[in-house]
T-cell receptor, first 112, second 115 residues
Framework: KNEVEQSPQNLTAQEGEFITINCSYSVGISALHWLQQHPGGGIVSLFMLSSGKKKHGRLIATINIQEKHSSLHITASHPRDSAVYICAAVLNYGGSQGNLIFGKGTKLSVKP | EPEVTQTPSHQVTQMGQEVILRCVPISNHLYFYWYRQILGQKVEFLVSFYNNEISEKSEIFDDQFSVERPDGSNFTLKIRSTKLEDSAMYFC?????????????FGNGTRLTVT
């Protein structure tokens, strides 16, 4: 069965802390998305990556395809980073890149 | 920055009724998607649409569901005879037609409540 597992499920941090969210998957994939879901429900794409590392502002995403593992890091965390972070695996690179298996999400709360 | 827009934001319907959820993808995007998220659960892929036809669909997307791009801008999800278990947040997304890693752009969702 295709699975995407995230850890931790819940994470509380103090403002300024370095945060890591992990994602592992059980099948070969072509790429992986990191998404942010706001308290109101809206979803924003943070990264899509198939190898190596990507950085955008205080966010860094890494992936190791051979080890079937990806991480999302947030440096100098801020209360506005509080959200649910979701990883989602792309099963079929040759076709639509939106056929995704989603993790359950990591709920992050950053306290001032 | 261009956005994916979804209407309505909240739809309440009675069991057995038909509903149409509407989406306007970003104008130069060619791949379109629907996802759903039942309250408290993870997001699930429903269907992808490209070149005026379904390119992939999940087991959830059975005969009760259909998608359509009736004109150059709208992308709709129709649920023919709603069931209580169809209550969920439905997200539309679109992506650019480039090779390589193409990020998804999501709408804000339509919360469907079936009573």
């Amino acid at each position: 069965k295709n699975e995407v597992e995230q850890s931790p499920q819940n994470l509380t941090a103090q403002e300024g802390e370095f945060i890591t969210i992990n994602c592992s998957y059980s099948v070969g994939i072509s790429a992986l998305h990191w998404l942010q879901q706001h308290p109101g429900g809206g979803i924003v794409s943070l990264f899509m990556l198939s190898s190596g590392k990507k950085k955008h502002g205080r966010l860094i995403a890494t992936i190791n395809i051979q080890e079937k593992h990806s991480s999302l890091h947030i440096t100098a965390s801020h209360p506005r980073d509080s959200a649910v972070y979701i990883c989602a695996a792309v099963l079929n690179y040759g076709g639509s890149q939106g056929n995704l298996i989603f993790g359950k999400g990591t709920k992050l709360s950053v306290k001032p | 920055e261009p956005e994916v827009t979804q209407t309505p934001s909240h739809q309440v319907t009675q069991m057995g009724q038909e509903v149409i959820l509407r989406c306007v993808p970003i104008s130069n995007h060619l791949y379109f998607y629907w996802y759903r998220q039942i309250l408290g659960q993870k997001v699930e892929f429903l269907v992808s649409f490209y070149n005026n036809e379904i390119s992939e669909k999940s087991e959830i997307f059975d005969d009760q569901f259909s998608v359509e791009r009736p004109d150059g801008s709208n992308f709709t999800l129709k649920i023919r005879s709603t069931k209580l278990e169809d209550s969920a947040m439905y997200f539309c997304a679109s992506s650019r037609p480039t090779g390589g890693n193409s990020p998804l752009h999501f709408g804000n969702g339509t919360r469907l409540t079936v009573t």
